[in-house]
């Protein structure tokens, strides 16, 4: 449920960040604990990943998200599904299929199997060792797209007509990415590993590696991920402390983008919390504590949004995505060769690539 009092501070942010010329982006599930029927309580994770495969969980979230869109800030006096301030929307944060459906839990894993049969046995289909594969991509390429068109179809019930994307983390299966209005992922240069017992705990391990020398590293890992003819945003990025490297990430990542003609950057994160803005210490992510790195995120942002490195003037469109893991996005504009790619632009292919 929403509590009234947290959402009355939600709303102030809105308008204060409004006031001041500051677009807003949202998710509409990064953590709950919501109490379902069937499962009782399910913790985020388990959330995120079955919402996708059981039209009860998905019910739940379509409820939560038309009172939040459908909810009328009384410090801007608009709905919020109304607003023009709020221009874009990822449904879930981090749930892309592959990567949650390969860390099932046996909470999560019937729930999966039962839906899988299903696809299955309405499409009279038989899976054996050879075609596995591809017909599990293909189930969750089918997942993926008819949970965006039910969520798409549920907000514009509200009168919603802000853009939609969902599954911004690592690959979707199959052409998944090409149903959205748009294209979100998250890179991170040097993201700390936990080696201790406890992930998000200290100790951790952060390598030592510089973005420059490694070709533009961190943001060079989602060259490919830009699907020709959608907008493209990377809604969470950094260059993670102690990296002795990590200022640079902010020139490269608004240089290239620049360059790549990206439509929008969103650092993760300033703070997390108030009294990260009042504490010494530094942290990982943040960057209020970091004078000469929140220096730097300031001057990426100028560069970016003043467009001091110019869009690429030339395009190609490249036919697999390990081929933006070369250099040419670092001398060219490129975009994933799709349906909704502009026509005249040429196609390059990787030696050995077979379509």
């Known amino acids: 449920q929403i509590v009234p009092e947290q959402l009355k501070k939600l709303d102030y942010l809105f308008a204060e960040a409004k006031k001041r010329g500051i677009y807003l982006s949202l998710d509409l599930f990064t953590c709950r604990w919501p109490k379902i029927s069937k499962y009782q309580q399910l913790d985020p994770g388990d959330y995120k990943c079955i919402c996708y495969f059981d039209d009860d969980v998905c019910e739940d979230l379509i409820r939560l998200s038309k009172e939040l869109l459908g909810h009328k800030n009384p410090y801007t006096g608009l709905r919020w599904a109304d607003d023009p301030a709020l221009v874009m929307i990822n449904l879930i944060n981090e749930a892309t299929l592959p990567v949650v459906t390969s860390r099932l839990n046996q909470r999560c ?68 990415r090409e149903h959205y209005d748009y294209v979100d992922t998250h890179f991170y240069w040097c993201h700390p590993t936990y080696i201790g017992k406890g992930l998000w705990k200290l100790p951790s391990f952060t390598p030592t590696g510089s973005p420059v020398a490694a070709s533009a590293g961190g943001i060079r890992d989602v060259f490919g991920t830009r699907i020709a003819g959608k907008p493209m945003v990377v809604s969470e990025w950094n260059y993670c402390y102690p990296n002795p490297y990590l200022f640079t990430g902010a020139f490269l990542t608004a240089g290239y ?21 009042q504490s010494s210490f530094l942290e990982q992510f943040l960057l209020a504590n970091n004078p000469i790195y929140k220096l730097a995120s300031r001057a990426g942002a100028l560069l970016f949004l003043r ?31 799709s349906a909704q790619a502009p026509a005249g ?6 030696p050995g690539f077979r379509s």
Not at 144 to 162: E, H, P, T
Not at 258 to 275: E, N, V
Not at 320 to 336: E, Y
Not at 345 to 350: D, K
Request: aromatic share 10%; net charge positive.
């Open 109 to 176: 894993k019937p729930v999966v199997d039962a839906a899988f049969a299903r696809y299955l046995s309405e499409r009279k289909l038989t899976v054996t060792d050879a075609n596995r594969k591809q017909v599990f991509d293909d189930f969750l390429t089918f997942t993926g797209k008819r949970f965006f068109d039910k969520m798409k179809q549920a907000l514009s019930s509200v009168g919603a007509r802000i853009p939609l994307c969902d599954q911004n983390f690592a690959d979707t299966a199959g052409n998944t």
């Open 307 to 337: 467009q001091d490195v110019s869009p690429s003037k030339e395009a190609v469109l490249i036919a697999d995505k390990a081929f933006a893991g070369m250099r040419l996005p670092l001398m060219t504009r490129i975009g994933r060769l």
């Open 257 to 277: 983008a620049a360059f790549q003609d990206f439509s929008g950057l969103m650092q993760f994160c300033y703070a997390g919390r108030p009294t990260d803005i």
């Open 345 to 350: 632009i040429p196609v390059v292919t990787a």
